[in-house]
């Protein structure tokens, strides 16, 4: 978290430890900057309180991991992605952050065989009711064994947050189109395909997620990814290999697209407003 006054004029002085007592979602570096920023903060808090007061609910998540027999490292060694492609960031020894990767090269394979990895659309509608990793590895045949959940999970998050947010009529109704906003990624920047998966979980509706965070380089704001299709295998043989590239940064507009990722560099209450005002727009 940084300090919500950050871009106030003047210097931070220090860490921010100093959380709004109201809302709990923003945090300040001193009195001061909470001073400055107490005019701009007053017309979101109440919309804050909200949001925080049901933060428990996302916490009761059933996908979680299970536990390996040994370290993340060796785990993904012995399948030959450790430290490699979007696997990059899924260990500490690698040293590497999202925000400081080159980006020139979008990443947009599995680097694991396809009995593996959901590099294609399901075999079988999606069911009811998925609570576990084992409901969702039976429901798109893959092995118990294999690492997929440690970048799946990005993409079953938002599945999860969706439906108890439907659940508990959070959500207004939706048919062909939804629209998210995505706080604070981290290295999900390298690890964007993954969304790609969506597709399995919302059939037939198109999605415009908008992810917002500080750890967005400034060269990447506004960026606009589209995308097509799963996250590929590496079996040179796979039916996903034939099709377009697994997803395009500032792709041709009259290219149909499942999924639609923008990136904003900053603070999601900065840019709130703007981006109310672009969905409306665009409905």
Known sequence: MECAAKCGGTPCSG????????????AYCSLAHQVLHRSAHKRECERFQQQMKRANTLNDFPFTFTQIQDTRCSFLNRLGVHLLGMWICECSCGGISASSYDHSRLMSSWNLPSELCPCRGPSSPIPDCLTSWKDYYEWRHIPFC?????????????FRAIQ?????????EFANELRIHYLGPGRELLQLAIFGELQALF????LYIDLVGPAIPNVRDGEKIDLCTYA???DMGCGCQSSADSYRGRVDTRLSSAITLRLHAGCYHDCYRELLQVATRNQ
């Open 15 to 26: 860490p921010p430890i100093r959380r709004c007592q109201r809302c709990q979602a923003v």
């Open 164 to 172: 108890l947010a439907t659940l508990e009529s959070l959500l207004p």
């Open 203 to 206: 059939p037939g509706v198109k």
């Open 146 to 158: 294999s690492p997929a959940s440690f970048l799946l999970h990005w993409p079953l998050t938002i």
């Open 232 to 234: 590929q295998c590496n």
